[in-house]
């Protein structure tokens, strides 16, 4: 009976990843057809085989700037995932091992943050950034986002489950609370970091909304933004607008496949206690 439940469920789970690649098969083999097999379906592999859309959105920087784009994102993905991970990473521990008044009402509030939907706090934020005259500047993303309530009850959990033993050894050794923070606490939590830091990442990387409001222009938009404008000026260039679509996907959907195993570790080492 366990392995007729154990086939049920890996033939439902393979069907739900057969619907959700599906789409993005698509687009990928449409983006390596030629215009005319576009237009005219003759199948869903190409019969012939070519790069050229690519080559188009790449090498007309003037009317497409797609790497500007892809830079843009790359380094402010990559700037927030290193806030998240700073800031959040000593919030989480202050909150679990340091003996603070008022640390577990202080909790509470920052993990009900959480059913705050996003797009309510646009406003104020933006209001925030116009005052501090960092409206269309990378900044206007990656300094509001760190502010992550859910990477502090990530790492929370994780914490709590690291043997105090180990810190009290090294505080009566003369290490000071930071020296336990940044030579023990951080290197055992390698898992739950990797595990933030990709959905971190992940999560900046399709941001629409907030380079949307927060950036003006062209030059200075994402990977998203700048291939949804594209999709209005080159709407009847289906060839050159999936091929976009590939660029911004790609990265992410290579990044999530790599580290997976780092996810899943995360999550179940994450909550489990001394």
Known sequence: MKKIRLRLIQFFLLAAAVVFLTPIALIFLTSLKPDSEIIHFSGIFP???????????????????IFRWLLNSVFISSAVTFLILLVNSMAAYALARLELPGRRGLFVVIIATLMIPGQILMIPVYL???????????????????????????????????????????????????????????????????????????????????????????????????????????AAEYGLTLAACVVCTAPALLAFVFFQR???????LTGLKE
């Open 47 to 65: 019969r012939q085989w070519t790069l050229d859309n690519f080559r188009e959105i790449f090498d007309t920087p003037e009317e497409i700037p």
């Open 128 to 234: 925030i950034i116009n005052k501090l005259g960092l409206l269309n500047t990378p900044w206007a993303l990656i300094i509001p986002a760190g502010a992550g309530a859910f990477g502090v009850f990530l790492l929370h959990q994780f914490f709590l489950g690291i043997p105090r033993s180990l810190e009290d050894a090294a505080i009566v050794d003369g290490c000071s609370i930071f020296g336990v923070y940044r030579h023990i606490v951080l290197p055992l939590s390698k898992p739950a970091l990797s595990t933030l830091g990709i959905f971190t990442f992940l999560g900046s990387w399709n941001d629409f909304l907030s380079p949307l409001i927060f950036l003006d222009s062209v030059d200075k938009f994402t990977l998203p933004v700048g291939v949804a404008l594209f999709q209005t000026s080159y």
């Open 262 to 268: 780092h996810i899943i570790k995360g999550i179940a």
